[in-house]
């Protein structure tokens, strides 16, 4: 089902009234007259259980009304991985830059990623780069305003405002009037129907991967909530979303490769890390990890995860 109708679908009573004999649709339309949303996501869920809905359609309406909870922050782009340039670039440059990120929109910046003053297309520059003489030159003219939307402002409205503006892609800004990140309209639609992988996107690294010997391997960026819902592991913290943010909480700085912590009952080694953030993590049940180390002062063989056990856990987190 295209997200166009799902969202139309479940917001437009017209078109309730439109789709003929659907006793999904009539219960939807019943319970809205009557009730709050969570009445409608009873009614979808039930509609699942009783086979009226395909199971994806069902979670597509689920996520459809859950964007309202969310907020642009959740799903952003986080400033780190933006890829943007200074005002000071050649249309060269910026070609080069769209070329090698795959990214069809830049964001342009002065002085510092904080100051985004524009946004450079692909297709804008296209024309450009056919003309040798053009690719020294500056691509200010070329520029178009950024959309700056608050990092609180909800999913929902978001996407209102990228129809009403024609801008797909908003600049989100952090309290301060920072760049906390980029969002554009497919993070979106992600919400409602999944990854959508284009033809130029490589295969993305899952955030949480569970290996044959019982232990898992995290990017940094996997969030707490994630973790604990996809493997039951829960660290609760008021300060950090993911499990990265979480190490650097603890250790109050950025810990490095070999680095243990423990907690929520597991070991969790930094495996990767660079100046500003924890790359790579992996997190070993804390019984696996001690009989680990017995065997090793014993001297038995047998070693049950490699490479995790690098001594005593030097954070020495409990669930904050
Ligand atoms: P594109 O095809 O130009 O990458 P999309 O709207 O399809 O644009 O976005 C795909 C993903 O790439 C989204 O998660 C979006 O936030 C991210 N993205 C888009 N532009 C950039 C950029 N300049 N730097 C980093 N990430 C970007």
Redesign the pocket.
Known sequence: MPADRVLSGVTREENLDGVPDSSLWQKIARFFGAKGADSVEQAIIEASEEGELLKEEGSMLLSVLHLDDMQVQDI??PRT????APIESTIGEIIELIIS???????IFKKNRDNIVGLIY?KDILRAAMDADLRAESPEPLMQTPFFVPETKNVLDLLHDFKSTKK??AIILDEYGGTA???????VL?QIVGD?E?E??APREEDIVCLDDGSLRLSGRAYLEDLAEQTGITIESDDVDTIGGYLCHVAGRVPQAGETFEAADMVFTVLEADATQVRHIKAVPLAVENTVKVQAAEGTEGSVVSGAASGPASGGAGAA
Do not use: Y
Not at 81 to 84: G, P, S
Not at 181 to 187: L, Q
């Open positions: 952003m782009t991985d933006v890829i943007c990120s795959g990214h069809s929109r830049i964001p692909a797909h892609l990140g980029i969002v554009t309209i497919e993070d992600e959508i284009d130029h996107d």
